[in-house]
């Protein structure tokens, strides 16, 4: 009986639910003895010279060792982004702050509770400048963040002046809005935090919860200014990262640079206050769509026009675009489509990934035009998606924009919704509350999406993880993977992989990652990549140890390797049609270690895809929005555990849902965060969503043996239009078009009043 | 995330709180939950150098009926009001109010007491008094006084206390099988409100329209006039100049409190 | 100043500062560090334990250790995560929330799982609506809170009919 595609509990849950998960706060580890602790002075205002600092209070205060501003690390390289050479940035700057919540100074004390008391004493002299929030003030450039650049472009992608004026020329019917995809907190339970320790070799231990161990020990170094090979990176749990917690932020090489200067341990954790204004943002493009096609429901021509909102410093946010423009078309057939993107730099928290990073933006622009194409010409939203969807196909199918779809069947997700949600139904519902005139109105609403996990490093690189597998004489088995697990299982789902070839029981083998000592390569967890590439890694190390086994049993049995078949339900070679003479696994490795390690390469990225199905009640006397159900197909190929599968897809229908209608980061004009603890950002709680209804449906792949897509992000890129869409639709019958997320209820109210012309 | 730097003293009667007040001065605060206080301790925003706990004070504590009105000591938690038979039986509204106090982990610390004190104009047992036209016996070196709910809230976050003085218990009126309408409107769960409203026998208290919980006057007079709730809730908002955040600017906020004042009036919790 | 409770069944007197929040005492003076912090202000739950003062009957009730202080804590009962298993064997809520998939990254469950236990406490039979409701205090992000809601449900029937999760 194949272990594969069952529901395995977790192999770690009971040290979580009892001990709980050791994060970098609770690790507790002799290197870190005596440990002091570091804290950060953060700047106040929005955009600033500084024109002085003064630490001289904060050193006299109970327990501080030391304190140091940009000028104490004027050593350490300056970060140059890639995409804008002249929007280089200090790790701790020394003369101009660009967002409220940038560090401006360091303090280090003996006790943790002594250092809210110590930074409180730093006395900074701003020069205060003019904030910019605005996309179109950043766009018009006339404060600009960085002098060198001249200007607060970033970048740009894809040519604005090849855009074609013609595209529309047939279409009986255009219609064009300028949307906002909002910018929003990943707000992982676990904030960030670091500790380090200099040994007396010259190298550097550091323990940060990343999700990507070797890519972090390759940034730390750069940003030290030393060798990858000094740096040690330990991978604690991990409390959730959500694309945030990738690299290493600016007070990760603080930490270690004060562990250095001081010759002792250091360690920081921030509060949740640093965690909401500091850790990277989500989202926050501006999106101009234009669509047209027939009356009859057919797109002929789309259009994309983004604005990217990197915040104050150049970093994957900015870049993400070109994610978002691989994926402008989405599953549709669409005859003529093309799309531009700018990223801009403004006084706000710079922009990071955050689950989906840059494909969510682009199945919202372009599912939202979908409905308001639909809308304009009075035809039903799903029939709207029937006839656009790219019709089954089985070979890989090439965009325009360079996007190599492996295999999909857009048009069966949607129909499967459809009728797992009773689509009909609802219709009726909708239509019987409206004759009565009911002020509580339902919304359906549809989103169709296709998606790209697992990427290779750059364009034509294939992607590939690396996977060690071995086993003891115990019967035991170790897996080093290059997976970086936070919360997804890989501990649970690996074991079944190599389980399921070597017969060893799940809870038999353990799993290792994040240790850049133990784990020299790998590309962490992100991008939907882990189990297409890291499962498939283990599964190619499985079978490659039961080679080299074979091989050992043979001589062992004196027999001709070819003569023996291996016994998974035993975990034994035996002599084909003589089963007494038989070798365990294990024994093969009593004298010499029995371990492979191999490199599984995948021919290239793939794309899962799927429909979702959203139902809303909009209260139109106070706006507020209540979700009722959230209906999907998200097909990422085999499923491996589907109670692991479900979990994913859960957590990413929930995150997808805030986002339409509840969670945003607000700044004022001044560029102060309004949003800056949970109690001011509305953090989605249990009682805003309901119990997720999941179809199943599994195409799978064929680049990899697994037949397996990425799962992570995917529930995250249906639910936002979803949620999105239902919202409007509720209201279409009042005249409503459009509301910008998160459909909160002053902006759902304030759409009422404006389609009723009492704006 | 961490209070500043303070002393800590676990008063042993009420009058020994009034003592320790006494000597203390300005800069000493009572703890009871400490679900008011310790949130703005622990982001700075309040620094007493001294806190007088008087949490566990056993005379503190408990609800008792005394003729035509329930007493609650200020120190019962959230939970226990919302929770109690006697409450529920003859001040639903209360019971109900106590039981929207942000979430289980907070009703089982917050005190209503405490609550009051604080004066928070968004809060829901503020505005669950000013309704049900409630009092509040103070404590103080002087002896006991009684301040009705309309006269203890004198600011944003500002009680009609003098300094020195406690809330030793609270009397709510009692009126078993009264309708009562209640309605706290929130963007998410665990918020404070937006807006709320609090109607019962014919007085209206409306959360977060003003620097304190104010009573709907105009709408009040139409309805002892004979108006419909639908007619009355039209002038919920008059005289009122709420405040403007991230939730709602004024005109959202008055067209919500005329929007649940009708709903209030039409006994909807 | 000196503070005198009792932890997970152990009685302990500590001297400490007035200011040491509860989360801090059983974090870094007891060395119970399944309860975690995850915010500043009070919302979000991961730091949620059982409290239970002297004549009080039952489990205690929960509460969120980053707003009592440790002195607030004198004389009582807590009761942590690591203190629910009895004998090495899962408490049938812990043991829910395995089977059900209710954790992911594991930084909200010890205090979503003592919140459950509260809950089921004062409610042993709760609705589909009334656990989220009860949950409010506690956040998550990684799992959506379906499973979570799931697991306290089958502990609730779990417990109901005697069976194990």
Known sequence: MSILGTRVLRTEDPRFLTTGGVYTEDVVDERLAGACHVFFARSPVAHARIAGIDVSAALSAPGVIAAYTGADLADLPVVTPGLNKQMTRAILPADRVRYVGEPVAIVVTEQAYQGEDAIELVDVDYDVLPAVVDFADALAGKVLLYDEAGTNVAGTFGDPDALDQHLFDECEVVTSRTILNQRVAPAPMETRAAAAAWGEDGRVTAWIPSQAAQGCQGALARQLGITPQEVHIITPDVGGAFGAKFGADPEAVMVAWVARQLGRPARWTETRYENLVAMTHGRAQQQTVTIGGKRDGTVLAYRLEVVQDSGAHVRIGAVLPSLTLLMTSGPYEIPRSESVATSIVTSTTPVGAYRGAGRPEATAALERAIDLFAAEIGMDPADVRRRNLLPPFTEPHRTKFGALYDTGDYVAALDKVLAAAGYDDLRKEQAERRDRGDTVALGIGLASYVEITGMGDGEDVPPKENATVEVHPDGTATILTGTSPHGQGHATAWAMLASEELGIPVDKITLKWGDTDLVPEGGGTGGSRSLQHGGSAVLQASQELLEVARERAASELEANPADLRFDVGRSAFEVVGDPDASVPLASLAADERLLVRTVFTQPGATFPFGSHVAVVEVDTETGKVTLRRVVTVDDAGFVLNPLLAEGQRHGGIAQGAAQAFVEEVVYDADGNPLTASFADYPFLSATEVPSFELADMQTRTTYNPLGVKGIGEAGSIGATPAVQNAVIDALSHLGVRHIDMPASPQRVWRAIQAAKGNA | MIPAPFDYVAAESATHALDLLDSYGEDAKLLAGGHSLLPMMKLRLAAPSVLIDIGRLAELTGIRAEGGELVIGAATPHAAVATSDLIRADAPLLAHSASQVGDPQIRHRGTIGGSLAHADPAADLPMALVALGGSVDLLGQAGTRNVPADDLFAGFFETSLDPGELIAAVRVPRSPGMAWGYQKFVRRANDWAIVGVAAIDGRIALANMGPTPLRARAAEQALAGGASPAEAAELAADGTEPGEDVHADRDYRRHLARVLTRRALEHRA | ?165
């Open chain 3, 1 to 165: 100043m000196q503070v005198e409770l009792t932890v997970n069944g152990q009685r302990r007197s500590d001297d400490v500062e007035p200011r040491l929040l509860l989360i801090h005492y059983l974090r870094e003076v007891c060395g119970l560090r399944a309860a975690n912090v995850g915010c500043d202000t009070t919302s979000c739950g991961a730091c949620t334990v059982l409290m239970k003062g002297p004549g009080e009957e039952g489990g205690g009730t929960s509460v969120k250790s980053c707003t009592v202080l440790a002195m607030q804590a004198n004389g009582q009962q807590v009761t942590t995560a690591e203190g629910l298993a009895a004998d090495g064997d899962l408490h049938p809520v812990q043991a829910a929330f395995r089977q059900e998939h209710g954790l992911q990254c594991g930084f909200c469950t010890p205090g979503m799982v003592m919140a459950a236990v509260g809950l089921l406490s004062e409610n042993p039979d709760p609705t589909e609506a009334e656990v989220r409701e009860g949950l409010e205090g506690n956040f998550c992000r990684c799992t959506g809170y379906h499973n979570i809601v799931r697991a306290v449900l089958a502990a609730a029937e779990a417990e109901r009919t005697g069976a194990s999760a």
